[in-house]
Every structure is written in C-alpha cells, then in structure tokens.
C-alpha cells in the first residue's frame, strides 16, 4: 500500500511541474496525468479495502464510521448515513447527528 502512495505521490509531483501525461503500466499506454494518478488512487483504495477484509473489516464501513467521529468532534453538522436500495448501499451525506 506505501509503494501505491507513493506512486500517486511521484504523479502529483510531475503534475505540479507542469507535465500532461505519465506512462501507464496496465495500459501500456500514455494516458492523462490526472487519470493516471487515478488509476494509483484507486489501487491504494484496492490495498486498503484488501486489507481490511483480511482484518475481518469492512472498509466502507469504517469510512462511514471515522468520517462521522471525525465530523462530531470538529462540530460539524455532516454525517454519513447508508441507504439501502434494490440490494445496493449508498453512503449519502446527512446534516443530521
């Protein structure tokens, strides 16, 4: 999972030296800069949602529940609440405690 960070970290750098595109290993390919560092965002999200399975996690879950303990001790009003819909979940922004 570090070495995914640190992928998205040495992106953001040539981003903000003004370069447009990085060499995508998966594509084989050139592709936006932007998309790349997304492709490497979505893999370290891969590694930690991995990893909370392997804990026994469940890694929206947690998301959900740090989010709101973090929103409650700053003092603001937003919290994350689950819908369920057709057998999906939704985790929606709520102003409600």
Not at 12 to 23: D, F, I, M, Q, S
Not at 43 to 50: E, Y
């Amino acid at each position: 999972m570090a070495g995914e960070t640190g992928e998205a970290c040495n992106l953001v750098k040539k981003l903000r030296r003004g370069e447009k595109t990085a060499y995508d290993k998966d594509t084989a390919r050139d592709v936006p800069i932007e998309l790349a560092i997304g492709y490497e965002l979505a893999d370290v999200v891969m590694c930690a949602d991995l990893l909370a399975a392997r804990l026994g996690l469940d890694l929206g879950e947690m998301v959900q529940e740090k989010f709101n303990l973090a929103s409650k001790h700053r003092g603001w009003s937003i919290q994350l609440t689950v819908e369920e819909e057709a057998g999906e979940s939704a985790i929606h922004p709520t102003n409600e405690f």
